[in-house]
Every structure is written in C-alpha cells, then in structure tokens.
C-alpha cells in the first residue's frame, strides 16, 4: 500500500530545463524534494569537509553525529507543504494527489506552516530542546520563521487532519531512516547552537536551492513511484544521495587544490623589483590562526598587489579557500575586476577551473564578465585546453545569477555592500556569510565609508573573526583611531570564537611619521595561555611614489576656468573634481560655451547617467586617462568629473583643480595627478619629466570663517555632501599653513591634522554646524548598530528587526532616489533607451532624486500616463520601475546626458 506522504507534490513546474512549455505540468513528490535537500546538506556537512570542522568544534560534537542529525533536520525543512492551504496553490496536478473539499488557508508561507506543523506531530525528535535546530531549517527561505504570534495560530485552519497525519508519518519514517534512537541523541547547550546556527542557515539555503534545480534533481512523480517500485529508503540511498555527492563533486561546486606561493611573480610577472610593501608581504610570519592585515600606503604604491601576496600565502597555509575584494562603488569594483582576472588563477592548481565572480547592482551589464559566463556555459561539459586554462578568467554560471550566490564563487569583486548585507536582517543574509566562509576579506579604501557604513563594517569583520576568516584593510588615509577600531573589533570575534572575554583593548603606537605603516592582529596561544598577537611597523615606499605636490588656494569659479584655459594652452590633460552633479553639469556647460576651448574636448563623467551612458564614459574616460596614454590622446583633454574619479581608477592627469573636500579626499584626488611616470609631453617614460605637480583646491578663505556661511558663500552644496564643515576648514588649515605635501612623509600628519584626537580647535563660528554633523554621525552610527544582527543571539526572528517593509540598506542616503526606465517612442511604439543591446532596460536606468521625479510626473498629461503604464504591463522587467518617455529634444549629444535629469 502506497504510503499517504506520497500524494504530496513538493515542487512543480510548466516548462522543462530549457525553457520550453510542458504539455502536461509536472511534478516532484515532495518526500523526495525534501530527501533532495537532506541529501546535498548531507554532503556538505561531510565529516571531513570544512564546514563540519568548525560546526562540529563549535558545537562540540562528533562530526559524524552532526551530518546525520542536521540532515535530519532538513528532511523536515518543507514540512508545511504538507498542509492543503499549500497544496492547493497548484491543484490538478494528478489524480493521485490529496484533494480537499474544504479550501483552506494560505496566508502563511510553507516555512511559517511547518514550524506550526512541527509543534503538532508528537515525536520526541520534536521536542522543545531540538526545536532550535528545526527552526533553522524551517527558515530556509532566508530569514528565520517568525513564532511570536504562534498561540493564536490554528494548524487546522492551514492542514486538514488526513495533511497532518501524512507529515507525523513520514517525519517517524525519516526517524527510521537516519537511525535515530535515545541512544544518539545529543545534548548541545543552547548558546552553542546560536553560535553555529548562522553558518547552518546558510547551509540550509543552499541545499534548498541546490536540491531545487530540477537540472541536478529530476522529478520523481505518483506515477515514477508506482512503476519503479521506489520508496524512501531506496530513493535516499539509490538516488538521493548519489545524486547530490555528483552534484558537489562538479566543477562548480568541487574543492579547488590551491597553488604553494613561491614567488611574487606568480600572480604578478610585471613585478621585478617589489615595493617595500609588497617585500613586506611575502616576507611576514604567517601565523597558524585566523589574522587581519591593515596595509597603508600612499595611492599608487602597490597596495592591492601586497593584498593579493599575502592573500596567497594565507590560501598556501590552508588558512583560506578564497577571497573576496569589497570596494565602495560599482565603477571601482569593475577596474579591480579587471585586474584580478589577469592574475587570480595563479592561486590555483593549473588544472581547476575557479569561479572569478563580480558582484554588484549591474554586473551583468558588465561585457568582460558576461563574456566569462558565456565560457563557461560553453565549456561545463568538457575539459579546458591547458592554455585556454591560464589565458581565461571564468566563472560557473550557476554562481552568476544572483548577488546572494555570488559571494559562494572561489573568487569575488564587488562592491562592499554585497558583504556587509551579510549583518543586516535582510533576506539570505545566511548565505552571504556562508559565501565568506573560509574566504580572506579584502577591503579596499577602507577610509572612504561613513558613520553608518564604518559601524556595519566593524560588525562583519567581528564576525569574519568569529567564523575564523581572515581580513586585509586597505588605505592610504585611514585615521589612527579607526584603525585602533577594526582591530578591536577583529578581537572581538577571535575571543567569542574562543570562548574568551575580550582578550585585550589594541591601541596603536602610531606617530606622525608612521607611514607607510603594516599592522597584524590576531590571537596567539603558548603554554596553554591565549592572548593577542599585535605588531605594527612603519615600512618604507618606492622612490616613485615618494613626490611633492605643490597646493595653490583658489577663492573664486572664474580663476579655475583661467587656469584651465592655461593648461589647455600648454597642451596638458586635465580633471576638475566637482562636489555635487549639479555643479559638474553646469561647470561642463560653461566650457563647453567658453570661446578659447573650442578646440578642447571636453567630458562629463558623474554617476547620474543611464547604465549605459555611464559605462560607455567610463571607459572612455579610462582609455584616454590610463598609464598607457599617450600625448595624442592626452592633449587638451578636460575631464569634470565628481567623486566617481577619486577612488580605485587608474586614471593620470596632468594638471587637476579640486573643490574643497575633507583632507582624506583631497590626498585620495591628488593620487590622480601626475600618477604615473612621464615625458614632458605626457607620454609613458622612464623618468618624470614634466614640472612638479601642482594640485589647485577651490576653497573659500580662511579669514572669511568670521562668519557661519564660510563655505556656502563659494561652495554652497557643500555642506550638503561633506556635513562636518570644521573638517573642511581644518583642511584648508593644514593645506594653507604647509603650501605643498610631500608623499608619503606628510601623509599621517594631514590626516591627523583633521581627524585626530588633538586636532586643532576650530573658529567659533563653524561650532555650531559642526557639532550638529557630529551628532547626526553618532545617530547614522546608532542606526546601524541598532540594524545589525548580534552575532551571540543566533538566527531567529528576535535577533534584528525581520520586517519584509524595512529597508535594512547597506547605506543610508538622505536624498531618496528613484529608478527610472528610459523609453523613447518609435514608429508608435515605447523602445528601451539602450537600443541593440542587451539587457536593455536595465541599462536604461538610471536615478533620479525623488524631489525632482514627483516634479516631473506633474508634467506627464494623461495620454503619456496611460502610455506608459501599458508598457509597464507589458514589459516584466519594467514592474517594479518608474518609466520616463524622452525625445531627441532632452538628449546632450556631447555628453549623453539626458537634459531634464540636469536641473537640480
């Protein structure tokens, strides 16, 4: 007699693999969806494989107990889908499945039903002590079950009595089938389980989303069951189980055998003579413990490529599997993306085949990554030829397709916010860290993020820490007392991984003239005895980067454009950074018109275009700006630019102005200047041969801070970008009183100078705004620290606010935008902006403040607006974004830029 859990559907579909329409919808049981799952958990947690070894030791367990009880636990993971108020969603299916009269309800989601579901089967495997585990299972779907309405919840108003005594059923089956008994039963103490429930709902995600590929799981329906004789055991050992180890053994998912560092020049061959920092790096004691590196260097100085050593030695010494490199834009993330896939497989065996991710908002948009995608689509099922191998970046497909997969790939790049989501109470949050496990962190422009986004951090570095990943901070402007805040909070993750009090407060011994400075942290443990491991050191830096940089004050917009007049004369290339959009716009404008740069080119780089405007410009602005330019591309070309310039791009000019920005900022800028070496004209050379650099920074005057308009008299947006207005006169303070810095002697001084302890007092004037912006960083920092998840109190729906309304981002932005589709209208019809391309509404989009969007609509009549929303209807993509209708009139042909998104 067929068992009653098996007229249950589990999954089921309309359309085969590829895509194309079913005659006949089909279906999997859901008896062995849920073995599916329990299936690849089982094979994740192998006893031997690197999550039951931190599990197991967390827990303090036998790994071998774990895998079984925990796979357990999965099995039951889709138990509210035994309720008819689920199996209702997709009725007809068969004759063979259940059938109510009653229609029952589904307000709940499966997940909620099968915690109500649990608490009704009378097992002892159910019991309270274990309903912690179970809860971590039951919230696959990416945040945990929510159980404090659960008294006033009735199973039977979701589950008839014939659901509820086919789930008791197969839950004592499965019972059987694990081979449990009072004799294994484990009793692991509550905290224990917090500890480790983020990495096992992590797991728990991915085996659902694994064993949910109808490509790796073929569907076993009533009617496969009764023709092939299978039952749960059978298809659990025959089918299952053999299904999921070939699944985990794919190139995809396989472990990658990594490659013993020997030399710099494996990832780097250009590379004949280190920089210091780099020396550094491939000479530091690696100790046998989970470490953080911070690595501070002037622009320009190899910082990145002393990462990617130590990285590799970390990898070498079995302390990592991977990494991830988290940067503070788009733009950035896709330069260093770039840069790594020329290196990133010499940290592996010649024959693997590791995954080089790049995760963001548009990566997809990205031409080099599709292109490693496509590749690999076309070469999953055959062997690279050896030197396709070590000529190809790749990256597994099933790794692409969304974000929240993306941190799984061996190798990441992107933008800092995919890991700081990680800590926030947002959907597969789980995952995320799941995807950091076992990877080396690597931050890049550590310094660049604000009170909010520096709170998040600490936390994800804390619990990196706690999970035993090691973390490498990058800067070369980061302030003494920040950087005594990461490595605390690196020891604090290290000591509650150890089960330790705070081991100890770090404060370092940085002067003034420590710089370029190497620190190390981590735990050291002899005779029994663990305490901190602490050692900083100030390193040398590459003659070639050791420079003076003149500082000229300006006090006016028309003495800019006259200098500007000058170097286009003079044939130089040249970057005005603007603080706002709106300023850049209108200061493009004026030089666009200005009769003597007629015979200039002039570009507008902001990150306010249309996806595809935005990526056509970038590399445009990087061919003719980068160190292989020459003078023919260079001369007489101006760039105006915003803050889009100021990070991570290689980009050179000759000659730069800069509106006044806190001190970091403008050090950050003049790496842009003069960057690389050059002959006088501006071609590469062996030896600099233009005159000394001479950075020129719009300011308002020091004399005129009498009065509490100081900045906004000449930079009135100002205050409005950069809050702290002290910090900008201090800025100009340091910048007045020195007329020049040289790099990288000056370059803990400056910082200090605005960001210390003992910084200067600042004129009473600018008291008052300056202690308002203070305070409103103290509550970006409150905001986050009241968003991020605690890491002691485990995944559960008390632990951060799980609200599907909230907007836990990994930023705080005070000027709310909106996405917009761009269309325009041809031959009667709406078309996608970006035409011929792919992915064209998305590369259609672009953000608009939400001020200026509700301003615009008024000015929609009702044929456009009824235009519009057909299109919406039609266009899936379009659900969920606003839509813009343009013509040729509100198109800039020189910059293409969209003219009614310009008026601020």
């Given at each position: 007699m067929t068992k009653p859990y098996f007229r249950y559907w589990g999954k089921s579909s309309t359309k085969d693999s590829a895509g194309n329409q079913l005659p006949h919808p089909n279906y999997h049981l859901l008896a062995f969806h849920s073995l599916d799952v329990a299936a690849v958990g089982y094979e994740l947690l192998s006893p031997n494989g690197p999550y039951n070894k931190v599990l197991a030791q967390q827990l303090g367990v036998d790994g071998v107990w774990l895998q079984n009880w925990f796979s357990f636990c999965l099995v039951l993971h889709d138990l509210g889908k035994f309720c008819s108020g689920f199996q209702q969603q997709c009725a007809g299916l068969s004759d063979h499945l259940v059938r109510e009269p009653k229609r029952y309800s589904y307000e709940l989601r499966h997940d909620a039903l099968g915690y109500l579901l649990l608490k009704e089967i009378d097992n002892q495997w159910l019991s309270t002590r274990n309903q912690r585990w179970l809860k971590i299972t039951v919230g696959h779907h990416g945040k945990p079950v929510d159980q404090r309405d659960e008294k006033s919840r009735n199973i039977r108003t979701y589950a008839s009595e014939q659901d509820i005594q086919a789930a008791t059923e197969y839950t004592q089956d499965c019972v059987e089938l694990f081979q449990l008994g009072l004799s294994t039963h484990v009793k692991v103490e509550p905290n224990k389980i917090k500890q480790?429930?983020?990495?096992?709902?992590?797991?728990?995600?991915?085996?659902?989303?694994?064993?949910?590929?109808?490509?790796?799981?073929?569907?076993?329906?009533?009617?496969?069951?009764?023709?092939?004789?299978?039952?749960?055991?059978?298809?659990?050992?025959?089918?299952?189980?053999?299904?999921?180890?070939?699944?985990?053994?794919?190139?995809?998912?396989?472990?990658?055998?990594?490659?013993?560092?020997?030399?710099?020049?494996?990832?780097?061959?250009?590379?004949?003579?280190?920089?210091?920092?780099?020396?550094?790096?491939?000479?530091?004691?690696?100790?046998?413990?989970?470490?953080?590196?911070?690595?501070?260097?002037?622009?320009?100085?190899?910082?990145?490529?002393?990462?990617?050593?130590?990285?590799?030695?970390?990898?070498?010494?079995?302390?990592?599997?991977?990494?991830?490199?988290?940067?503070?834009?788009?733009?950035?993330?896709?330069?260093?993306?770039?840069?790594?896939?020329?290196?990133?497989?010499?940290?592996?065996?010649?024959?693997?085949?590791?995954?080089?991710?790049?995760?963001?908002?548009?990566?997809?948009?990205?031409?080099?990554?599709?292109?490693?995608?496509?590749?690999?689509?076309?070469?999953?099922?055959?062997?690279?030829?050896?030197?396709?191998?070590?000529?190809?970046?790749?990256?597994?497909?099933?790794?692409?397709?969304?974000?929240?997969?993306?941190?799984?790939?061996?190798?990441?790049?992107?933008?800092?916010?995919?890991?700081?989501?990680?800590?926030?109470?947002?959907?597969?949050?789980?995952?995320?860290?799941?995807?950091?496990?076992?990877?080396?962190?690597?931050?890049?422009?550590?310094?660049?993020?604000?009170?909010?986004?520096?709170?998040?951090?600490?936390?994800?570095?804390?619990?990196?820490?706690?999970?035993?990943?090691?973390?490498?901070?990058?800067?070369?402007?980061?302030?003494?007392?920040?950087?005594?805040?990461?490595?605390?909070?690196?020891?604090?993750?290290?000591?509650?991984?150890?089960?330790?009090?705070?081991?100890?407060?770090?404060?370092?011994?940085?002067?003034?003239?420590?710089?370029?400075?190497?620190?190390?942290?981590?735990?050291?443990t002899i005779d029994n005895l663990t305490g901190v491991y602490f050692e900083e050191e100030k390193v040398s830096t590459r003659a070639s980067v050791e420079r003076t940089v003149q500082v000229d004050l300006i006090h006016n917009e028309q003495h800019a454009i006259d200098l500007i007049i000058k170097a286009a004369n003079n044939n130089q290339c040249i970057c005005w950074i603007r603080n706002t959009v709106a300023l850049a716009q209108q200061t493009y404008q004026e030089l666009k018109d200005h009769p003597y740069l007629q015979d200039a080119e002039i570009t507008l780089f902001h990150s306010?275009?249309?996806?595809?405007?935005?990526?056509?410009?970038?590399?445009?602005?990087?061919?003719?700006?980068?160190?292989?330019?020459?003078?023919?591309?260079?001369?007489?070309?101006?760039?105006?630019?915003?803050?889009?310039?100021?990070?991570?791009?290689?980009?050179?000019?000759?000659?730069?102005?800069?509106?006044?920005?806190?001190?970091?900022?403008?050090?950050?800028?003049?790496?842009?200047?003069?960057?690389?070496?050059?002959?006088?004209?501006?071609?590469?050379?062996?030896?600099?041969?233009?005159?000394?650099?001479?950075?020129?920074?719009?300011?308002?005057e020091l004399d005129s801070a009498k009065h509490r308009n100081w900045l906004e008299a000449l930079l009135p947006s100002n205050s409005y970008v950069y809050k702290n207005i002290g910090q900008q006169w201090l800025t100009t303070k340091i910048l007045s009183d020195k007329g020049q810095f040289t790099m990288p002697n000056d370059a803990r001084l400056l910082v200090e100078s605005v960001y210390g302890d003992d910084c200067e007092q600042i004129p009473e004037a600018l008291t008052k705004a300056t202690e308002e912006a203070i305070g409103k960083d103290k509550a970006k920092s409150s905001t986050a620290h009241n968003a991020v998840l605690e890491i002691a109190d485990g995944y559960s729906a008390t632990n951060g606010r799980w609200d599907d309304k909230a907007d836990f981002g990994s930023r705080l932005t005070e000027q709310e935008t909106v996405e917009v589709a761009l269309a325009t209208l041809e031959n009667n019809q709406l078309i996608p902006y970006a035409k011929g391309e792919q992915h064209v509404w998305?590369?259609?989009?672009?953000?608009?403040?939400?001020?200026?969007?509700?301003?615009?609509?008024?000015?929609?009549?009702?044929?456009?607006?009824?235009?519009?929303?057909?299109?919406?209807?039609?266009?899936?993509?379009?659900k969920w974004l606003e839509v813009w209708l343009i013509d040729k009139s509100q198109l800039d042909f020189y910059s293409n830029e969209v003219r009614w998104f310009s008026n601020e």
């Open positions: 480790a429930s983020w990495m096992l709902a992590g797991i728990s995600v991915l085996a659902d989303w694994i064993g949910s590929n109808p490509d790796f799981f073929r569907y076993k329906n009533f009617e496969n069951l009764e023709s092939e004789k299978i039952n749960l055991e059978y298809y659990w050992r025959e089918i299952a189980l053999p299904q999921a180890a070939k699944v985990l053994d794919s190139p995809a998912f396989a472990f990658k055998r990594k490659k013993p560092f020997t030399s710099i020049t494996q990832q780097f061959d250009y590379i004949k003579t280190p920089t210091p920092l780099q020396a550094k790096a491939a000479q530091v004691d690696i100790l046998n413990s989970p470490q953080l590196f911070i690595l501070e260097d002037v622009t320009g100085a190899g910082k990145t490529e002393a990462a990617m050593i130590l990285a590799h030695r970390l990898m070498a010494e079995n302390l990592a599997d991977g990494l991830y490199v988290g940067l503070p834009t788009m733009a950035t993330a896709n330069s260093m993306y770039k840069r790594l896939a020329k290196s990133y497989r010499a940290l592996y065996d010649e024959s693997e085949r590791p995954s080089l991710v790049l995760a963001h908002g548009a990566s997809t948009q990205n031409q080099d990554f599709s292109d490693a995608i496509m590749l690999s689509k076309q070469q999953q099922d055959s062997d690279y030829i050896a030197d396709e191998t070590s000529a190809s970046n790749y990256c597994n497909a099933w790794f692409a397709d969304s974000r929240k997969k993306a941190l799984m790939a061996e190798v990441g790049v992107g933008t800092i916010d995919q890991a700081m989501l990680g800590v926030l109470p947002v959907r597969h949050q789980a995952l995320r860290l799941l995807g950091l496990h076992r990877k080396i962190l690597i931050i890049d422009e550590v310094h660049a993020y604000d009170a909010y986004m520096t709170e998040i951090l600490e936390r994800l570095i804390e619990y990196h820490a706690n999970t035993g990943g090691c973390v490498i901070l990058l800067s070369a402007t980061l302030p003494n007392n920040q950087r005594d805040k990461y490595n605390n909070a690196f020891i604090k993750g290290l000591s509650a991984k150890n089960n330790l009090k705070q081991a100890g407060k770090i404060k370092s011994e940085a002067t003034l003239n420590s710089f370029p400075w190497f620190t190390q942290t981590a735990l050291q306010r275009y249309a996806l595809l405007d935005r990526r056509s410009i970038e590399e445009k602005v990087l061919e003719k700006f980068n160190d292989k330019s020459e003078f023919n591309q260079r001369k007489k070309q101006i760039l105006v630019a915003t803050q889009v310039v100021e990070q991570s791009l290689d980009l050179d000019f000759d000659y730069m102005i800069t509106d006044l920005a806190p001190i970091d900022l403008i050090i950050q800028r003049a790496g842009r200047l003069q960057r690389h070496v050059r002959d006088q004209n501006g071609n590469p050379a062996e030896q600099e041969q233009r005159s000394a650099p001479t950075l020129t920074v719009l300011t308002p998305a590369l259609s989009i672009i953000k608009v403040p939400q001020k200026q969007w509700h301003q615009a609509q008024n000015t929609l009549d009702e044929k456009e607006k009824d235009t519009i929303f057909e299109l919406k209807q039609a266009v899936k993509a379009l």
